[in-house]
C-alpha cells in the first residue's frame, strides 16, 4: 500500500468512509493512537484511524524529544517501567527508527563528595544494564576538572564531579507522523482533521462512532467491530461521551521548555540537574539547546496550553544556578508547552503520579489506553490491540511491531555510510543530505527527485535556512499536512526554532504549500493570518503572569 499521504489519498479515503465496516477504528492520532493503527493493521485487520487536528499535535509534538529509560523512576523503586522503556530504547535506536532516534550523551553533576557518587553511579549502572539496555556506550565517572572541560559553561562550584551517561532523543512529531505513514504503507486509512462527535451503539455495545469532516463539514458514520480510543489527555472527554463512569481517570500536567541558541552555552554534552520536583534537562538540538521542563497540574485548555512567565521564570532560576553565564529572557528562541496525561492516583503531586499506562473496556467495544510515557508507546499500543482483538471471533496474530522497521529505516544505515556518495549523486552540499538523511531516512530518495525535477526547490527558506524549499512541498505531497501550521510547527521545527517564530518564513511556506493544496489569494491570506494571531496569542501568554492569565491569552487565538 501507498504511503503518501497527498490530498488525493486524503479525498479518496474520506469519501470512503463508513463503505464498509472495518476490524478497528482508532480515535486519536498521537503516538499511541498512531502506533495503535500499525499494530493492528501490521496483523492483517482493517483500521481506520481519525484525529480531529494533525499527527501529534498535542503531547506528541511537545515532549522532551527524549527516547529514555527515565532515570529518575529508578529511586522510585519503578524497576520494571525502566526495563521495559530501555528495552524500547534499544530497538528504536537499532532497529525500528535509527533514521530518527539518534544517542544523546548527559552530564550528571554532583554536589556531594563520597555519598551521591556512590548512590547515583550504582543507579546509572543499573540503568546502563537493566533489561539488556546494552544499547549505548556504559556510563563514566569524571572528576570536575574533566567535567568543565566538556562543560565550560558550569560554574565551577556548581560541583564537585559528573556522572556521564548516554539516552536517545527524538523529533517526536516526525516520529509520530512516520508511524502513521507506515501504517497507511501496511493498509491502514489515516485521516487528520476529522472528529469524533459521537458513538454508534447497539444496546450496550460500541459498534462505530459518528465523524465529522473538519475540511468540509461533512459527517460520516464510521461502523467498526472494535473501537480504540488513544486520546490521551482527553480521556475523560471520551469518558463522558460514554455515559459510564471509567475505571481510571487521566490528570493533566503541564512541562514547559525554552530553546536558546547553541552558541550561547559552551557545552559539548547535555546536562541533565536534579530539583526539588524532578530533573531539569539541557538537550542539544540541531542549532539550539532545549531546556525544560516544568511539571505542574494544569486544568485549562487541552488544546492550546499556555507557557506563562512564572515557568519561564523557574527554567531560567534552576538552570542558572549552576552556570557562569546566566541566561536571560533575551536569549530565549524559542518556547512550548504540553501535557502529560498521568492515570489518576492518590497523590496530588502530578510529579509523583504513575507513568504506567492503564487498557480499560468501559463499556462493551470500546477499549481505552490512557498514561504511559511516550518511549513506551508500541507496547502500550500492542497492548491495547491484544485487548480488543479477544473475542472479535477469528484468530489474530500476536503483534510484529517489535520487528516492524518504520518508513524510512530500511537502508538508512547503508546510505549514512556512504555519505559522500550520496550527496555527489544528489548534487546537494554534504551537510544537506546529512540533515536530510536524519529527517527521513532512506525516503530521502522522494526529496531528490523533487529537487531533479524543481532544483529550486533545493534552494533553503528565507527566515528558515535550515530546511530546504523541498521539505515544505514534501510535507503535503508525502506526509499528509493540510495547513500552514502543521508545516511550520510539527513537519518542521520552524515555530519554535525562529527567533520571529516562523513569521518570516510563513509566506515563501504557504505560497509553496498552497500550490499543492489548492489554495487561492484569500485561502492563502486566512492562513496566514491564522499563523500569525497564534505567534500573537503565545507570546502574550508568554508575558503574562500564571496560568490563568497565560491561558486566556493564548485563547485569543484559535489556531
Avoid: C
Wanted: glycine share 8%; proline share 4%.
Amino acid at each position: 500500500m501507498s504511503a503518501r499521504l497527498d490530498p488525493s489519498y486524503r479525498a479518496t479515503a474520506v469519501e470512503a468512509l463508513g463503505d464498509n465496516e472495518i476490524d478497528v477504528l482508532v480515535i486519536g492520532g498521537g503516538v499511541v493512537g498512531a502506533g495503535a493503527a500499525l499494530d493492528a493493521a501490521a496483523r492483517g485487520l482493517s483500521v481506520t484511524l481519525v484525529e480531529a487536528r494533525d499527527f501529534a499535535a498535542g503531547t506528541s509534538s511537545r515532549s522532551s524529544k527524549l527516547i529514555h529509560g527515565g532515570l529518575r523512576y529508578l529511586e522510585q523503586l519503578d524497576f520494571w517501567l525502566v526495563r521495559e522503556a530501555l528495552k524500547e530504547r534499544g530497538l528504536l535506536l537499532n532497529k525500528l527508527a535509527p533514521h530518527l532516534v539518534r544517542p544523546v550523551s548527559f552530564l550528571l553533576p554532583l554536589q556531594h563528595r563520597v555519598w551521591e557518587r556512590a548512590y547515583i553511579g550504582a543507579g546509572v549502572a543499573l540503568y546502563d544494564t537493566i533489561g539488556g539496555a546494552r544499547a549505548l556506550p556504559m556510563h563514566r565517572h569524571l572528576t570536575r576538572t574533566r567535567a568543565l572541560e566538556l562543560a565550560p559553561a558550569l560554574r565551577e562550584d556548581s560541583m564537585t564531579g559528573a556522572i556521564r551517561y548516554f539516552d536517545a532523543q527524538v523529533d517526536d512529531a516526525r516520529h509520530t507522523m512516520t508511524i502513521a505513514r507506515t501504517a497507511a504503507q501496511h493498509g491502514a486509512t489515516v485521516l487528520t482533521r476529522t472528529k469524533v462527535t459521537g458513538l454508534l451503539r447497539d444496546g450496550e455495545r460500541v459498534i462505530g462512532a459518528q465523524v465529522t469532516d473538519l475540511e468540509t463539514g461533512r459527517e460520516h458514520t464510521v461502523r467498526a467491530r472494535r473501537v480504540i480510543s488513544a486520546t490521551g489527555v482527553w480521556t475523560d472527554e471520551m469518558n463522558r461521551m460514554t455515559g459510564v463512569e471509567f475505571p481510571f481517570h487521566v490528570r493533566t500536567s503541564k512541562g514547559v521548555h525554552i530553546l536558546v541558541p547553541r552558541e550561547r552555552l559552551d557545552l559539548d554534552t547535555g546536562l541533565i540537574m536534579r530539583t526539588e520536583k524532578s530533573v531539569l534537562f539541557v538537550i542539544p538540538w540541531h542549532q539550539h539547546w532545549i531546556i525544560g521542563t516544568t511539571d505542574t497540574d494544569w486544568s485549562l485548555d487541552k488544546d492550546h496550553p499556555a507557557a506563562s512567565n512564572a515557568d519561564v521564570q523557574y527554567i531560567l532560576d534552576h538552570v542558572n544556578a549552576v552556570l557562569r553565564d546566566p541566561l536571560t529572557r533575551d536569549d530565549i528562541v524559542g518556547t512550548y508547552a504540553g501535557l502529560r496525561p498521568l492515570v489518576s492516583g492518590a497523590s496530588s503531586d502530578t510529579a509523583k503520579l504513575s507513568r504506567e499506562h492503564a487498557v480499560a473496556e468501559p463499556v462493551p467495544g470500546l477499549f481505552v489506553i490512557a498514561g504511559g510515557k511516550y518511549t513506551t508507546y508500541r507496547v502500550m499500543a500492542a497492548d491495547v490491540v491484544d485487548a480488543a482483538v479477544q473475542g472479535l471471533g477469528r484468530a489474530v496474530a500476536p503483534s510484529v511491531t517489535e520487528k516492524l522497521p518504520l518508513l524510512g529505516a530500511v537502508g538508512y544505515q547503508e546510505m549514512a555510510a556512504d555519505l559522500d556518495s550520496l550527496a555527489q549523486r544528489s548534487g546537494l552540499p554534504k551537510a544537506t543530505v546529512e540533515h536530510l538523511l536524519g529527517r527521513y531516512g532512506s525516503a530521502v530518495h522522494d526529496l531528490f527527485e523533487l529537487i531533479a525535477e524543481d532544483p529550486a526547490l533545493g534552494e533553503p527558506l528565507a527566515g528558515a535556512e535550515e530546511y530546504l524549499a523541498a521539505e515544505v512541498v514534501y510535507a503535503v505531497t508525502h506526509e499528509g499536512a493540510l495547513h500552514l501550521d502543521d508545516v511550520l510547527t510539527r513537519r518542521t521545527r520552524i515555530s519554535i526554532e525562529a527567533s520571529d517564530r516562523g513569521l518570516l518564513a510563513a509566506p515563501e511556506v504557504a505560497f509553496l504549500i498552497g500550490a499543492r493544496l489548492g489554495w487561492d489569494a484569500a485561502d492563502a491570506e486566512r492562513e496566514l493570518s491564522r499563523y500569525r494571531d497564534r505567534v500573537e496569542a503565545e507570546l502574550a501568554a508568554y508575558q503574562a503572569a500564571d496560568d490563568e492569565a497565560a491561558n486566556a491569552a493564548r485563547l485569543v487565538a484559535v489556531a
